[in-house]
């Protein structure tokens, strides 16, 4: 007999033990009040949305910024710009950012409203502070 036929049966009881454990959970778990929303969110100029890599509530709590691949799934070569803010109906209020990354991974923004974006190629992390309308590259800053 093998060595591991008793660790086989440990492991086969532990899996029943667990979905015991699990079923109970799964039986009352509340209904989800929320629904996905497909093609929420209207572009500049009708265009559709590239792949998304990051959404932010933004700091006046009514609109929302997302920041996308410029209809496609990156932005070298495109003059469109990759983030935008939206209001509360998805109607785009601003857009910034063309011609300035190639491939956008995601971003965050700060109490002050600051943008901290990264650039997945090649590999760089932009600051964009909105009201200044100003972008500093992070490799210039240390």
């Keep these: 007999m093998s060595d591991f036929t008793p660790l086989f049966k440990k492991c086969k009881v532990l899996a029943v033990v667990c979905l015991g454990a ?4 799964l039986t009352f778990a509340q209904d989800n009040p929320y629904q996905v929303v497909y093609y929420w969110g209207e572009l500049p100029g009708g265009r559709p949305m590239g792949v998304v890599t990051g959404v932010q509530p933004d700091i006046d ?8 691949r410029c209809s496609a799934n990156q932005c ?3 003059d469109h710009h990759p983030i935008h803010k939206l209001d509360k109906e998805g109607n785009t209020v601003k ?4 011609g300035i990354f190639a491939w956008p991974q995601g971003f965050d923004m700060d109490a002050d409203g600051n943008f901290w974006v990264t650039e997945g190629a090649p590999m ?16 210039s800053l240390r």
């Design 22 to 25: 699990i079923f109970p959970i």
């Design 61 to 68: 709590g009514e609109h929302i910024w997302i920041i996308e």
């Design 76 to 78: 070298a070569g495109i």
């Design 95 to 98: 857009s910034i950012g063309a």
């Design 124 to 139: 760089v992390m932009l600051a964009q502070h909105l009201a200044q309308n100003e972008v500093w590259d992070i490799r």
